[in-house]
């Protein structure tokens, strides 16, 4: 008989024998912007997908995937989704504050930005104890947050046999310190005020763990994969060196990602953008079982069989198609070399789940995105065949180079 997609899962998990390469879309950070699902939905005329779908995250303005979508894509994950509560409107602009009390402003109608031109809400905190009576820190008890997840995530695992994941609240001790203190002054806090730094990571960190303590009472039985969230990159380095990261925020990051898997038996996925090599091992110790996105495009993540070769008999690995150069331009051909070299270097005995590495914006062409998820069908299947699509040597990243675009 058959693997159903979830016992697929578990098996490339555990590196015994899966039947193919899981694939997955629909997370809040790795689903559709509304402008590309509407385009999506005119070169799908087959399927009656709904013109205005409700959206997921309202910061980037990308939509809730039907399910007529996701099985025609042939996406093995179905994702529980926290609400978005204590959210405030603003009324100087077109806006809001998060839970957290960190404003963000809207460019156009395409997305939401954290504003930092605003006064950040942990802005004028001095001591420790100023954080910790700060007016801002949200309410970890609200019943808001995870209704009816526990009646979804039932449903979901009674009914099908999709894996079913529990997406990410949507912050983290280093990415909302650097929001609610204020970018350029939580970096000098790490530094020159230590207490300080330690104690807004701290505090994020003990309403994190009550809320992922409620969040899995509710769905734990149910889920395979706990998702989590926290930036650590840029397009060519670290956001902070090593030694910082290893002093200052691995503790936090270990606090929470143990506390999570303390609470369900879960693979632990943790989502850093940009070129995070140098940590890779730290966040295997924190806890992390799956890295996402891999980013490609970034410095040291490009070589993805030097990454498998390294880490994966320790680590996971999520996402590496890069969607922020090669899906907006790549040709047919070279998506498809792309696709067979991320899936021979990083799936050739399991521990790797193909996705694209973050959202799909409208900058990609409509043609690409259907091709990608016809191409990934077409590859998965073990035993991988991918000798003929490799030998055409179409690499979109060579492309570049050569044409001095990278």
């Given amino acids: 008989m058959p693997m159903t997609p979830r016992e697929n899962f578990i098996a490339a998990m555990e590196r015994r024998g899966p039947e193919w390469v899981p694939l997955d879309m629909g997370k809040h950070i790795g689903a559709i912007h509304k402008t590309h699902y509407a385009a999506l939905r005119e070169g799908l005329p087959e399927l009656s997908l ?47 504050h998060d839970m957290w009390g960190v404003p963000y402003r809207g460019a ?13 809400p942990l802005a004028e905190c001095e001591t420790p104890e100023d954080v ?4 801002c820190w949200p309410d970890p008890e609200d019943p808001g947050q995870f209704a009816g997840l526990r009646e979804t995530a039932q449903h979901l695992h009674t009914t099908t046999g999709y894996v079913i994941g529990a997406d990410a609240i949507k912050a983290g001790p280093l990415m909302s310190a650097l929001q609610m203190r204020g970018y350029q002054q939580f970096f000098m806090d790490l530094v020159i005020n230590p207490a300080l730094a330690d104690a807004i990571m701290g505090k994020i960190t003990d309403l994190l763990c009550r809320m992922w303590t409620r969040y899995l009472d509710a769905v734990g039985p149910w889920v395979q994969i706990a998702y989590v969230t926290d930036d650590l990159g840029t397009q060519t380095s670290l956001l902070i060196s090593p030694k910082v990261y290893r002093n200052r925020i691995k503790p936090f990051h270990t606090r929470l990602h143990q506390h999570i898997k303390a609470q369900a038996n879960v693979y632990l996925m943790m989502h850093t953008d940009g070129a995070v090599l140098p940590l890779i091992g730290d966040l295997i110790e924190t806890g992390a079982d799956i890295l996402n996105p891999v980013q490609t495009s970034t410095t040291g993540m490009d070589d993805t069989a030097a990454l498998k070769a390294k880490f994966g008999d320790r680590l996971a690995f999520h996402g590496a198609m890069d969607v922020q150069q090669m899906m907006p331009g790549a040709t047919e051909a070279e998506l498809r070399w792309e696709i067979a070299r991320r899936l021979s270097d990083l799936g050739s005995d399991g521990g790797f789940v193909i996705a694209p590495c973050h959202n799909l914006g409208h900058d990609i062409p409509p043609a690409n995105t259907l091709a990608f998820f016809r191409m990934v069908n077409e ?23 050569r044409e001095g675009g990278a």
């Fill in 108 to 120: 156009h109608g395409d997305h939401f930005a954290v504003d930092t031109l605003a006064r950040p």
């Fill in 379 to 401: 590859l998965r299947r073990y035993p991988l065949v991918l000798d003929p699509a490799l030998a055409a040597g179409s690499s979109y990243f060579e492309r570049l180079r």
């Fill in 50 to 96: 709904a013109a205005s779908p409700p959206i997921l995250d309202r910061m980037a303005q990308t939509v809730v995937p039907e399910e007529q979508l996701l099985r025609h894509f042939g996406v093995d994950f179905r994702w529980l989704v926290p609400h978005w509560v204590q959210v405030t409107e603003r009324t100087d602009t077109d806006g809001y």
């Fill in 132 to 135: 910790l009576l700060a007016p």
